[in-house]
């Protein structure tokens, strides 16, 4: 049983353009939310998190979306940079305990 | 500079010889945790540890065990290697605020093991 799930392998978008990775998850007892990205070769690195009682959190161009009732969790990225080519990992958190999603891969081209 | 670190960074090995992975933290957080990630799968959890002597299991725990006896080591040792633990092993820790919530996460490098 899946209970997070990032539904879209891969996402291609144009430098400058909005770049939006989403994450699904099933079970409501989750109550922190973060992404992370990972370069090939290196490990994750935390870009932005959300706690239940938020719905948006913003940090420079990261925002991050929490529809609770959806049990929908999205990142928007605007503007794209091709920089910002990465996997990208959902991370669901609840006493201690993290399930990630299995991560979309962002391409942004120049 | 703030890091954790990993030994080995690579590493192969034969069914059933004994090995341990260590971790190391600099940063004085009482949190550490392991995973392992595998194509089509994602990162996925094996234990973590809230603080010195307190670990629990994350989502695939089978055929791992850990040890926190000092804040910045947690190692991870395969008593008996399978050729289905070949993966890609990373360590993190993390600062905790004491109501479970775990929040910036620091990843060592990661330790390519590989079990025929």
């Known amino acids: 049983d899946q209970q997070v799930k990032q539904n879209s392998p891969s996402l291609s978008v144009q430098e400058g353009r909005i770049s939006i990775l989403n994450c699904d998850y099933t079970?409501?007892?989750?109550?922190?939310f973060l992404w992370y990205k990972k370069y090939p070769a290196e490990g994750p690195t935390f870009l932005i998190s959300?706690?239940?009682?938020?719905d948006k959190n913003e940090d420079g161009r990261f925002t991050v979306f929490l529809n609770k009732s959806a049990k929908h969790l999205s990142l928007h990225i605007v503007p794209s940079q091709p920089g910002d080519s990465a996997v990208y990992f959902c991370?669901?958190?609840?006493?201690?305990?993290?399930?990630f999603g299995k991560g979309t891969l962002l391409t942004v081209n120049p | 500079e703030a890091q954790v670190t990993q030994n080995p960074r690579y590493l192969i090995t034969v069914t059933g010889k004994k090995l341990t992975v260590t971790c190391s933290q600099n940063?004085?957080?009482?949190?550490m945790s392991w995973y392992r990630q595998d194509p089509g799968l994602g990162l996925r959890q094996i234990y973590y540890s809230m603080n010195v002597e307190v670990t629990d299991k994350g989502d695939v725990p089978e055929g791992y065990k850990v040890s926190r006896k000092e804040k910045r080591n947690f190692p991870l040792i395969l008593e008996s290697p399978s050729p289905n633990q070949t993966s890609l092993y990373f360590c993190?820790?993390?600062?905790?605020f004491g109501t479970g919530f775990v929040n910036e996460q620091y990843f060592g490098p990661g330790t390519r093991l590989t079990v025929t």
């Open positions: 993190a820790s993390s600062i905790t």
């Open positions: 940063m004085n957080h009482e949190y």
């Open positions: 079970n409501s007892m989750f109550d922190y």
């Open positions: 959300i706690s239940s009682i938020k």
């Open positions: 991370a669901l958190g609840s006493n201690y305990k993290l399930t």
